[in-house]
């Protein structure tokens, strides 16, 4: 499972008649989308992805995505560790193939286009990004404290002085 994967594209279709697996470690900073939101950028995560085929003849992508992110508190802007565990089924809709709206309806699978080549990488990112919490923040944490001793002069006080001449 240490294999890179950038670089790596499957023919979704063909993957999922073979019933291919594609299991493989992703460091976090292969992914730059990913990486601007993150306070940290090391560690890996493990990526599995499983094609299959159903009793109707549907394509379909399991990809699982776990490992620790370091992110930003949105509260107090410190490093905030996140256990990142994804799991997504992903049916694939071959072109011209018409879109499941309605089977889909339910949340439990989302479909993609299976045109030409699926880059790997690309799309465990876009995984890891749809699974991210919106706010992230600490459970217990303070805002970032004003320094007391600082004081600014108002910016009034210099106008307060002209006023007096």
């Known amino acids: 499972m240490s294999e890179a994967i ?6 979704g279709l063909e993957f999922a008649r073979n019933g ?9 900073g ?21 094609g299959s085929r159903d009793d109707e003849g549907k394509s ?11 992110l930003h508190c949105q509260r107090c802007l410190g490093p905030l560790e996140f256990a990142l565990e994804a799991s997504s089924r992903l049916q694939l809709i071959a072109p011209g193939e018409e879109w499941p709206d309605d089977d889909l309806a339910d949340d439990s ?7 030409g080549a699926i880059d790997v990488l690309a799309l465990v990112e876009d995984e890891v990004l749809l699974a991210l919490p919106i706010a992230p923040r600490h459970a217990k944490c ?3 404290a004003v320094a007391a001793d600082v004081q600014e002069p108002s910016p009034f006080a210099a106008l307060a002085s002209l006023k007096k001449h």
């Open 6 to 11: 950038a670089g790596t594209v499957l023919d």
């Open 20 to 28: 291919g697996i594609l299991e493989r470690r992703i460091g976090v």
């Open 30 to 50: 292969e992914l730059p989308r990913l990486a601007d939101l993150l306070a940290a950028t090391g560690g890996s995560l493990a990526v599995r992805i499983e």
């Open 60 to 70: 379909w992508l399991q990809v699982e995505i776990a490992g620790p992110l370091v």
């Open 109 to 115: 699978a989302d479909a993609i286009a299976a045109v």
């Open 142 to 144: 303070e805002p970032p």
